[in-house]
T-cell receptor
Framework: NAGVTQTPKFQVLKTGQSMTLQCAQD?????MYWYRQDPGMGLRLIYY???????DKGEVPNGYNVSRLNKREFSLRLESAAPSQTSVYFC????????????????FGDGTRLSIL | EDKVVQSPLSLVVHEGDTVTLNCSYE??????LLWYKQEKKAPTFLFML????IEKKSGRLSSILDKKELFSILNITATQTGDSAVYLC?????????????FGKGTKLSVKP
């Protein structure tokens, strides 16, 4: 069981370049999330998707866009990368029944380590 | 503003020691509190706590929640070097960002042989 799969694992970009981080889950979860993790800052929510076809901003959305391509896949795009976006990015998913969250934890991918020069 | 505070931020112990990690929270519409362990990669789920006073156990790890005083502790007995990790505490809210978790900054535990 793969769970949550993120690609790539590592990436180095130059300032101004664009890039899409990919995330896929095989647990049939409705809700998916993108976080960034920086030293001393914990995990902060960038965007989330409660269900296929919907996306919403989290705590730190500026400089990012997302696409919920289908139930399995949720991508994060940096249109014009900036050094402040150097971070480790985690995708997560969670089960949901209708409009109610199921009492189960979020499951995380292994992360993408992104450096922007 | 909703917040989750973990203490200490880092801790160094020797194998065989017992450690207690703390997590306090101020969150509206509390639903549950979760503990995760993060080594090199993905945070992995340890416990979910929803009710006060009921201890959850898994091997040498245990956790309990106090909803009156708004905190939780994670205990690890007879620590091993494999317990070295960052331990994350997170709170789930009713009506939050559709199931988003509010995370603390983590406690970095280092267990020396």
């Amino acid at each position: 069981n793969a769970g949550v799969t993120q690609t790539p694992k590592f990436q180095v970009l130059k300032t101004g370049q664009s890039m899409t981080l990919q995330c896929a889950q095989d647990m049939n979860h409705n809700s998916m999330y993108w976080y960034r993790q920086d030293p001393g800052m914990g995990l902060r929510l960038i965007y989330y998707s409660a269900s296929e076809g919907t996306t919403d901003k989290g705590e730190v959305p500026n400089g990012y866009n997302v696409s919920r391509l289908n139930k399995r896949e949720f991508s994060l795009r940096l249109e014009s990368a900036a050094p402040s976006q150097t971070s480790v990015y985690f995708c997560a998913s969670r089960a949901r029944q209708g409009t109610r969250m199921v009492h189960q934890p979020q499951h995380f991918g292994d992360g993408t380590r992104l450096s922007i020069l | 503003e909703d917040k989750v505070v973990q203490s200490p931020l880092s801790l160094v112990v020797h194998e065989g020691d017992t450690v207690t990690l703390n997590c306090s929270y101020e969150v509206t519409n509390f639903r549950s509190l979760l503990w995760y362990k993060q080594e090199k990669k993905a945070p992995t789920f340890l416990f979910m706590l929803t009710s006060s006073g009921i201890e959850k156990k898994s091997g040498r790890l245990s956790s309990i929640l106090d909803k009156k005083e708004l905190f939780s502790i994670l205990n690890i007995t007879a620590t091993q070097t494999g317990d070295s990790a960052v331990y994350l505490c997170a709170v789930d809210q009713y009506g939050g960002s559709q199931g988003n978790l509010i995370f603390g900054k983590g406690t970095k535990l280092s267990v020396k042989p």
